[in-house]
């Protein structure tokens, strides 16, 4: 397991950009898969972004295609989320996760919140 303190939540107008960062420890990281959840009011934690161990395959949900980018550096121990055009939809919680997989993390974060004003 790796453990992850997310940062760089905030308020932001409608249009505008965050980017969320997500510093781990652990020897882990640099072979872990790592992700970004939402969990928005009254709703269920939502798959985000992927990125796996290398950078090499990255995976995004239908609704941040094309407006939101996740990278890592291996060296810094660090996951980042750009966000761009934001909207209010985008208005959660967004937690960092890490795992051996890119479909089971084993690690998380306590979450930053975004907040998109419209």
């Known amino acids: 397991q790796v453990q992850l303190v997310e940062s760089g939540g905030g308020l932001v107008q409608c249009g505008g950009s965050l980017r969320l960062s997500c510093a781990a420890s652990?020897?882990?990281?640099?072979?872990?898969?790592m992700g970004w959840f939402r969990q928005a009011p009254g709703k269920e934690r939502e798959f985000v972004a992927s990125?796996?161990?290398?950078?090499?395959?990255?995976r995004y949900t239908d609704s941040v295609k094309g407006r939101f980018t996740i990278s890592r550096d291996n060296a810094k121990s660090t996951v980042s989320l750009q966000m761009d055009t934001l909207k209010p939809e985008d208005t959660a919680v967004y937690f960092c996760a890490g795992g051996p997989t890119l479909y089971n993390y084993d690690s998380w974060g306590q979450g930053t919140q975004v907040t998109v004003s419209s």
């Open positions: 990125i796996s161990w290398n950078g090499g395959s990255t």
């Open positions: 652990g020897r882990a990281f640099s072979s872990y898969s």
